[in-house]
């Protein structure tokens, strides 16, 4: 679990977050929603610790993350995976070093189990055939499958994601947002992700901070977003007639099961 | 940044990895270009010594004398130097900038990594070992060019050139090169680590970024160049 605590953000007399407070729930896919400009990459690299926060305390299972010293911040590091928006793949290095290479920096064991444990992973996100081309010769949703290998091939506890599905097709972007998924149930990690994508938020997205102007604006799952009445964030979500359309409709379906009558009920 | 760069490595196995890439990038691949710049740096210092001494008392040893100074005390170390800061230093400055820009040391950074002493520490250690070395072939290459230049241009012989490289040789003069190219082999890795482990944006600012680095570079050299000279000579 992580665990965000009243975190203050500025750059300058520019003040990008200033007070946030959230829960990123263990064995679910939270994610972080927003306009852009709403501070939400600036959310997430404080967490990753790529920003200090001015402000505030980041706690990584009840571990105060922004007080550490640097040899516990690594120690922290090495249980955090990250895919990043443009995949970050070390453009000299194959696929299968790609992967290897935070095995070789931090990883035990010899050089056969090392490699073992690098296909079993390429073999999970479905490129173990991939294995010796280079960034350059592969797509950008392989990338992303890559980007995912190397990320949990060190067993991370907690798994951040930086629009994972941007520059992809909505087919690829499925896919990509059906392994997290698996990822997070499998492993039970932390999973966090930060996203435009209404696919993304509608099929994963177990618990949704939606960021408005620096705060957190909403909070809640995907099947609560359907009977929000927050003005923006059914503007940021529901933006198209389409969108408006398509959530009307499910409103009814949902309506219509018996469990979300109690509920409603209830609330 | 140098704090950050002489702390202890991660992993001693890859760090040596990354070194000896850095070693095979600056030394092999910058000997080409230094194999050509210095036969032609001796071959035309021999011309235009043999063009300026035309005096019948000179004798003719006295163009190798000369050139033999003028290539290991300036044309090997500080020529040389302003070469592999427009071919190492731009490289360097791009390679980092581009990591910079793609996210790529954010990564390394993540996954609990010193970028700065895995990424910046081989290439300053790979620098200062292997541009000396090639200044050193510079200086043979230097030599042999402008004995060959004399011979061609039918200036002077094989016999009277090497007398002239023999006549008053000072080893000081070897050592005050051998510094000159470990002072330079610094400013030509760090400089430009500096500047592409620092860029913002995108690849417009990788150019902007390798130009500055390689113009202070150069700049720096020619300072320094002009600083040692006066202090040790």
Request: aromatic letters at 8%.
């Amino acid at each position: 679990m992580i665990e965000l605590v009243n975190i203050k953000k500025g750059f300058g007399d520019k003040i990008i977050l200033p007070d946030v407070s959230a829960v990123m729930e263990t064995g679910k896919v939270n994610l972080i929603i927003g306009s852009s400009g709403s501070g939400k990459t600036v959310m997430m690299k404080c967490m990753v610790g790529l920003m200090p926060v001015d402000e505030g305390k980041i706690l990584y299972d009840n571990r105060d993350f922004t007080n550490m010293t640097e040899h516990e911040k690594k120690e922290v590091r090495q249980q955090i995976g990250m895919l990043f928006q443009g995949s970050a793949l070390f453009d000299s290095m194959t696929v299968e070093e790609n992967v290897m290479f935070p095995l070789e920096m931090f990883g035990k064991g010899s050089q056969k189990e090392k490699r073992n444990r690098v296909m079993e992973c390429l073999e999970r996100v479905q490129l173990k055939d991939a294995a010796k081309k280079y960034p350059a010769e592969i797509s950008g949703g392989m990338k992303k499958r890559v980007g995912i290998a190397r990320a949990i091939v060190l067993n991370p506890k907690y798994l951040f994601c930086d629009e994972p599905n941007s520059g992809l097709d909505p087919q690829t972007s499925l896919l990509i947002d059906k392994l997290i998924k698996e990822l997070t149930l499998e492993y039970n990690i932390t999973t966090v992700i930060n996203t435009h994508d209404m696919n993304t938020v509608m099929e994963s997205g177990d618990h949704i901070v939606y960021m408005y102007k620096g705060r957190k604006q909403w909070e809640g799952s995907n099947k609560d977003i359907i009977f929000s009445k927050d003005e923006k964030l059914n503007d940021f979500i529901f933006a198209s007639d389409f969108l408006r359309d398509a959530k009307e409709m499910r409103q009814m379906e949902m309506f219509q099961s018996q469990d979300w009558r109690n509920k409603l009920k209830k609330d | 940044m140098l704090k950050g760069m002489f702390s202890r490595p991660e992993n001693m196995r890859m760090f040596w990895k990354e070194f000896m890439r850095q070693c095979v990038d600056i030394g092999i691949g910058s000997l080409g270009i230094v194999l050509i710049i210095s036969m032609f740096m001796g071959g035309v210092t021999t011309l235009q010594i043999a063009y300026q001494l035309v005096s019948p008392v000179i004798p003719k040893s006295t163009i190798a004398q000369i050139v033999r100074d003028t290539i290991i005390l300036e044309f090997a170390p500080t020529l040389t130097c302003i070469v592999l800061a427009g071919v190492v230093g731009s490289k360097i400055a791009s390679e980092l900038g581009n990591m910079r820009v793609s996210e790529q040391i954010d990564a390394q950074e993540i996954m609990g990594i010193n970028t700065k002493g895995y990424l910046i520490m081989p290439k300053i250690l790979a620098a200062i070992i292997m541009i000396p070395c090639l200044i050193a072939i510079a200086g043979f290459l230097g030599i042999w060019g402008g004995q060959k230049a004399g011979e061609l241009g039918g200036i002077l012989s094989a016999e009277q050139y090497w007398q002239g490289l023999r006549q008053d040789f000072r080893a000081y003069n070897i050592f005050f090169a051998l510094f000159k190219a470990f002072v330079f082999a610094f400013i030509i890795a760090s400089v430009p680590s500096y500047y592409g482990y620092n860029v913002q944006g995108g690849a417009l600012e990788i150019g902007k970024a390798s130009t500055s680095a390689v113009v202070v570079t150069c700049v720096l050299i020619l300072f320094m160049d002009y600083l040692l000279a006066a202090l040790l000579l």
